[in-house]
Every structure is written in C-alpha cells, then in structure tokens.
C-alpha cells in the first residue's frame, strides 16, 4: 500500500511550533493554501479555488529549518503520509482532523522572499550573463567570486 501525498503552495499562517508534553520533542503545525487556476469554458473567465491542507512535522531537523524560515506567504513543496486523528470536543462530541504528515520539504521562495527564489538554477542575473555563458567574464573581470559562490558539495 502507498500512503504519500505532495503539494506545492503557500503558507496560510506563520507555523506554531510546539513542545510536546512531557517530552523535549518539538512538532511544527502549517496551514497550506492549494490553489488550482483554470479558465470557465461557457464565459472564458478565470476561476481559482484554494483548498486548505493541515500539515505537522515530527522530525527534529525540518521543524528547525520550519521556524526559521518559513513564515505566512511563503511558498513550498511538502510531501509526507495522510493521516486522521480522531479528538473529542469539551462536550464529548467525537471530531476528525486529516492532516499530512510532513517528511520533506523544500522551500521555493529565497529567504527574503524575492522574485529570483530557489530552484530557479538555470537563470543567471544581468551581472552573472557572461560567467553563466562560458566567457569567464564580464566586462573585463571574473564574475566568479570566491567567497560567495563556492560550491557547497
């Protein structure tokens, strides 16, 4: 059997970050706004619909990486197991929540948020035109800097 499910889309709320009871064990909990955009064939017009995904991270790391640096609005891809928990309101009524239960995620927008954001490898800056384009230079001098983008690997 396969229990894997993945989105792409956009934080709905600055993550809470708990501790567990009892436990020195942290859990991230995300709201992930889904949105599918297609155009009406009977009037031609634009739709979107947003759904909403409850995400919880239980891996130490990646709820480390949740708090600093994802914050509402930002935009990225998680993929992890379905799960519903079953919880009783205050008066005894039984509720269910389906939640996904995150094991990777990959932030798509840069940490300041900016047009050029992660994943984009293959885009080179005004600056960066020349290097990226096999002369070696531009204008006379290396693009190529040594402190900043060595590779990390």
Same mark, same amino acid.
């Given at each position: 059997m396969l229990n894997s499910c993945s989105f792409i889309g956009n934080c709905g709320a600055d993550p809470e970050i708990k501790t567990l009871p009892n436990s020195d064990k942290r859990v991230a909990n995300l709201s992930l &706004?889904? /949105?599918? *955009?297609? *155009? =009406?064939?009977?009037t031609g017009q634009k739709q979107e619909r947003t759904e909403w995904v409850r995400l919880n991270c239980f891996q130490d790391g990646l709820v480390g990486v949740i708090q600093s640096y994802v914050k509402k609005g930002t935009k990225i891809y998680v993929s992890g197991k379905m799960a519903t928990r079953k919880?009783? /309101?205050q008066s005894g009524e =039984?509720?269910?929540s389906t939640e996904i239960n995150i094991d990777k995620l990959i932030l798509l927008d840069s940490p300041n948020n900016?047009?050029?954001s992660g994943g984009n490898y293959g885009a080179a800056s005004q600056g960066e035109q020349g290097f990226r384009s096999? /002369? &070696? /230079?531009q204008g006379g001098q290396s693009s190529f800097n040594d402190d900043t983008d060595s590779i990390p690997f």
């Amino acid at each position: 059997m396969l229990n894997s499910c993945s989105f792409i889309g956009n934080c709905g709320a600055d993550p809470e970050i708990k501790t567990l009871p009892n436990s020195d064990k942290r859990v991230a909990n995300l709201s992930l &706004g889904v /949105t599918e *955009k297609w *155009k =009406d064939k009977q009037t031609g017009q634009k739709q979107e619909r947003t759904e909403w995904v409850r995400l919880n991270c239980f891996q130490d790391g990646l709820v480390g990486v949740i708090q600093s640096y994802v914050k509402k609005g930002t935009k990225i891809y998680v993929s992890g197991k379905m799960a519903t928990r079953k919880w009783q /309101t205050q008066s005894g009524e =039984d509720r269910y929540s389906t939640e996904i239960n995150i094991d990777k995620l990959i932030l798509l927008d840069s940490p300041n948020n900016n047009a050029n954001s992660g994943g984009n490898y293959g885009a080179a800056s005004q600056g960066e035109q020349g290097f990226r384009s096999g /002369t &070696g /230079t531009q204008g006379g001098q290396s693009s190529f800097n040594d402190d900043t983008d060595s590779i990390p690997f």
